[in-house]
């Protein structure tokens, strides 16, 4: 994405973001549109959105890693719909090398809660120092019975860049992601052309999720760590996600819209007969 629509937001710093619009609790919604479609859109927020700003920047290296079990019971739990879910994933933060052990529960009415640990980034790749960190939040959340002495080992690594808005009028915030990239073993998704569009509100919808309703865009079934696995491995259940997966993650490889470096879908499904 042009750094030059980002410019002409107003400025706010981390700080002022965590303060005003933290939403460890909250509701998510989330949009996937062309990245050709975000200037429009900011320049519309101009007037009453600020950018997260940290020392000039306003665009930011993520890379997630994310744990399951043997039998990715994380994924089933999402895959069939469970009414509690969870994920297990560091988040670095890769232009100041901090790193977070995280445990995101979602629950009842698509309320998520999100847990946090401070960790090492040279240990991103395993929860082996955090386990009972995340022992701990499972518990607490009713959800670790079932995980009682199952592994959790990483599954999968997606990278991305993201810019961070706050709308002060609401305290809700809009994560911009672009550059998406998603890695299983030496399986390889990238999604140049699209961005994920994710609003952090208390409840309410945000002018934002008004904006792209306007303009005839609707929430969509996606998750980074569920949705990319789903489309690098088509063995796994995807009903959730279809819609998704077949609008944007499973394009004409010769698109300009999607990089793929495993077998088409068609391959995939030809050597699985």
């Known amino acids: 994405m042009s750094a030059e629509p980002l410019a002409r937001l107003a400025p706010i710093a981390l700080a002022e973001v965590i303060d005003r619009a ?22 519309q927020l101009t007037p009453y959105a600020r950018v997260l700003d940290i020392d000039g920047g306003r665009s930011f290296r993520y890379e997630s890693v994310y744990f399951d079990t043997p039998c990715l019971a994380s994924y089933h739990c999402a895959a069939y719909r469970r009414r509690r879910r969870f994920k297990v994933r560091t988040r670095t933060y890769l232009d100041s090398a901090q790193c977070w052990l995280e445990v995101k529960i979602s629950g009842a009415r698509g309320r998520v809660t999100k847990h946090r640990l401070p960790y090492l980034a040279e240990e991103r790749r395993t929860v082996r120092s955090g386990r009972g960190f995340v022992n701990e939040v499972l518990d607490r959340e009713s959800i670790l019975s079932n995980l009682i002495g199952s592994p959790l080992e990483p599954v999968l690594v997606t990278s991305y860049r993201r810019s961070t808005l706050l709308l002060p009028a609401t305290a809700s915030r809009v994560t911009i992601d672009t550059g998406l990239t998603w890695q299983d073993g030496d399986r390889t998704l990238r999604l140049p052309g699209i961005a994920v ?18 303009r005839g865009t609707r929430p969509v079934r996606i998750s980074k760590y569920a949705t990319g696995l ?27 819209l999607l ?10 499904e030809a050597s699985c007969a």
């Open 230 to 256: 789903a489309a690098l491995r088509l063995d796994l259940p995807d009903v959730p996600w279809r819609r998704t997966l077949r609008r944007h993650f499973r394009a004409d490889p010769s698109s300009a």
């Open 197 to 214: 569009v994710e609003t952090k509100t208390s409840s309410a919808p945000s002018p934002v999720d008004r904006a792209l309703w306007q």
């Open 22 to 43: 933290a939403l460890q609790s909250r509701v998510d919604r989330k949009y996937v549109i062309a990245v050709d479609e975000l200037p429009p859109l900011l320049d």
């Open 259 to 268: 990089e793929l470096t495993v077998p088409t879908r068609s391959e995939q």
